[in-house]
């Protein structure tokens, strides 16, 4: 085990969506993206992702709580593009209506926030300048921050009956329960104002394999449609996701997890 421990952190996802853009298209995509795509050589094609739509009425629109939809793609459909950095630590997702990044977690090291925000900006610039410089233009109209976290066994929890350990619910028995799954939602205010919904779920897994067990964690917030659309207003919108996600997730832990991982309200 390292000294120095860092978060359960598996993935981070920031992304922003905007009216479709011609330009951004498979084969212009070496031009949109300029020395990005040459940093990110490996390519695939995916379904097209849609983000879901969040109102402050929850049931104004898609039921459910805010899984993504993702759309088969037939003949001729849309295709949503990653570019993977040469170590598939960076992976860059694009589509007509989409610009994504993506951290994977492929070593110890873990990325915080400030430098993956820093990141996403410069490809988001790139793809912007090179847009407007073809007749197009980068306004977002809607945002999406998600954390993957996979949680191993370690000295906090080690079996799939110490849950108890690790997660903090209140409940009458819930110094003794054992495992349990979870999903919920709920809306993000700012100013007294409703701007979008946070979405967490929360899944034992057990491999049969190893005879381990692991916890999937997931959490996300999205926007609903910015006020004002513009980057600024997306990143903006970013920056208090991440902050949520941050709050959400210590209050989630027992004080002996958060010890475990060192986690703070600015990790």
Do not use: C
């Not at 977690?105 to 410069?122: A, W």
Request: glycine fraction near 6%; proline fraction near 7%; aromatic fraction near 12%.
């Amino acid at each position: 085990m390292n000294a120095v421990r860092t978060p359960p952190v598996n993935e981070v996802v920031l992304s922003v969506q905007f009216p479709p853009q011609d330009q951004l298209i498979g084969p212009r995509l070496p031009q949109m993206l300029g020395e990005w795509y040459e940093t990110h050589p490996g390519i695939t094609t995916a379904p097209p992702y849609e983000m879901p739509a969040e109102h402050e009425s929850l049931y104004a629109g898609q039921p459910g709580l805010g899984s993504p939809r993702i759309e088969i793609a037939g003949p001729g459909a849309e295709s949503r593009y990653w570019f993977s950095s040469g170590d598939e630590v960076y992976v860059i997702q694009v589509q007509r209506s989409f610009l994504a990044l993506n951290w994977r977690r492929r070593t110890e090291e873990y990325v915080r926030f400030d430098e993956l925000r820093k990141r996403f900006l410069d490809v988001a610039g790139t793809v912007m300048k090179n847009l407007e410089a073809h007749g197009g233009t980068l306004v977002p109209n809607r945002a999406e921050l998600s954390y993957i976290n996979m949680v191993q066994p370690n000295d906090v929890w080690a079996k799939a009956n110490d849950l108890h350990k690790l997660i903090d619910i209140n409940f009458w028995d819930r110094d003794v329960y054992e495992q349990f799954a979870l999903q919920y939602s709920k809306s993000l205010h700012r100013n007294g104002q409703w701007i979008g919904r946070s979405h967490v779920v929360v899944q034992p897994i057990y491999s049969w394999l190893t005879q381990e067990p692991s916890l999937y964690v997931n959490l996300t917030a999205r926007s609903g449609l910015l006020e004002t659309p513009n980057f600024e207003a997306s990143i903006d919108f970013l920056d208090y996701a991440h902050d949520s996600i941050n709050h959400t997730f210590l209050s989630m832990l027992r004080p002996e997890a958060t010890t475990f991982w060192g986690l703070t309200s600015d990790s």
